[in-house]
């Protein structure tokens, strides 16, 4: 379904780091003919560069096409028009999660980051593992060491990362 | 060799607290070639290209920043064996090495934990490091037994991409990592799909789990059904992908090794110190 147009979207992704070429793209389909996830879904990279061009914010943000791509730049790397393809998908995610839209499988990742400074914790079974390969059961960063913990948390504060986690819609 | 430079290795988290062999290896692997390697004491998650990117880029761009720091402290460079963390960590160097006002206002940040960035730690991938610095003609010097086994390699996305800063090869038809597995005596394997994804990148294995799987599967059939016997990532988070992937999928029995595993054999590490028994489809030696 497509609703109103935001005319100012477009212009605040392209003023975003990472979104600066939103208007080269000329829908040529290099990206979607180039994506794995297309190949495998409903997905369509030219469409979702489309509508953020239009100002479909809502269409944009709302979807779950949003969180389809994996990053792998197959699209970026062709792209006649040198259109950034992922660094603006980057950006609107960004934007989506700004506005609340956040699967909760992401914020439990986010949630490891700031409990445990990864985004994969390290539990007793792999300690063990570690010992028996010779290595210290918890390695010499923020997996091991409290005090960069603790400063690496302070970092997610100062940028609001915490906040960010908690303002799901 | 160019050895003189200091290296500080990036473990990220994966990798530790996961797939310790892959450490284990690299730190073997790393003595053998006489790479001397210093700890990154208080490093923290990269940050994951995938979702913390994803979710803030000021917050993924600071903790980056924070990592580089600590390096730059030590006046080392620094040596990452993910692509992940490779992604993160060059991405945000190339970034705030280039870019003063940006760079100022990540130290703004740091500052609240009594840090500051300036601007000069370089970023390396293992494989990289490895091939131009090492070179494959010495890691067939080094090996001590040609490996007899026939393997697909992937490259994995964020090690040769963006190409237009990361600038080591071809994107389309890379050489680098098969000129290295080639030198270890190692079958490798032309497959379709070879420079595919493996799906569990963009927060996609934790948001969308089923989608991944299918990337793998395709992977994984294609590989299969080229003949290979084993698979070589240079990538513990593509490593994870495709060994936990065949918990659930079954049939293909495809262990996995790592560059710095396969490595570790044809050096003459044994086995044992390798790690890849752990893995849910082990790699047997």
């Known amino acids: ?169 | 060799m160019n050895l003189n430079k200091k290296y500080a290795l990036f473990l990220g988290c994966v990798a530790p607290a996961r797939y310790p062999g892959i450490e284990a290896a690299t730190r073997e692997v790393c003595k053998t070639v006489g790479l001397d390697l210093v700890e990154l004491e208080g490093a923290g998650c990269c940050p994951a290209p995938g979702v913390i990117k994803s979710f803030d880029q000021d917050t993924w761009l600071a903790i980056a920043a924070r990592n580089l720091a600590l390096a730059e402290k030590q006046g080392a460079d620094i040596l990452t064996i993910c692509n992940g963390c490779y992604g993160s960590l060059y991405d945000a160097a190339h970034i705030l090495n280039g870019d003063a006002e940006r760079l100022s206002a990540v130290n703004k940040i740091l500052s609240e934990v009594g840090m500051e960035y300036k601007g000069t730690t370089q970023v390396r991938h293992f494989a990289e490091l490895l091939y131009k610095e090492i070179t494959p003609e010495n890691v067939k010097a080094k090996t001590k037994t040609p490996l007899d086994i026939k393997v697909a390699v992937h490259y994995g996305c964020h090690f040769l991409k963006p190409s237009k800063i990361k600038e080591l090869d071809d994107p389309e038809r890379p050489r680098i990592l098969d000129e290295i597995v080639e030198a270890t005596g190692a079958t490798n394997l032309d497959y379709r799909d070879k420079q595919m994804c493996c799906g569990a990148g963009g927060g996609v294995r934790s948001g969308n789990p089923e989608l991944a799987t299918k990337f793998t599967v395709e992977k994984l059939k294609s590989m299969k059904s080229a003949g290979a016997q084993y698979i070589i990532d240079v990538c513990p988070f593509c490593h994870l992908q495709f060994d936990r992937t065949q918990k659930d999928v079954q049939g293909y029995d495809l262990p996995v090794i790592h560059l710095a595993q396969l490595l570790g054999l044809a050096f003459g590490v044994p086995a044992s110190k390798l790690g890849m028994d752990y893995q849910e489809v082990p790699a047997k030696f």
């Open chain 1, 1 to 169: 379904m497509v609703k109103e147009p935001n005319p100012q979207f477009a212009i605040e992704v392209s003023q975003t780091p990472g979104g600066e070429t939103l208007s080269l793209c000329f829908q040529c389909g290099t990206c979607t003919g180039s994506c794995p996830s297309g190949r495998l879904t409903s997905y369509r990279t030219r469409k979702l560069i489309r509508k953020a061009q239009l100002g479909l914010e809502k269409d944009v943000l709302e979807s779950p096409d949003l969180w389809m791509c994996t990053t792998c730049y197959a699209c970026q790397e062709r792209c006649p028009r040198g259109v950034e393809v992922v660094d603006i998908i980057n950006v609107l995610r960004n934007k989506a999660v700004k506005q609340g839209v956040m699967s909760g499988e992401h914020i439990k990742v986010g949630n490891y980051l700031l409990q445990n400074g990864a985004t994969v914790p390290l539990n007793e079974k792999y300690e063990a593992v570690r010992e028996e390969l010779g290595l210290s059961r918890r390695p010499a960063n923020v997996l091991g060491d409290k005090k960069a913990l603790e400063d690496f948390q302070k970092i997610l504060k100062a940028t609001g990362f915490d906040k960010l986690l908690e303002e799901k819609k």
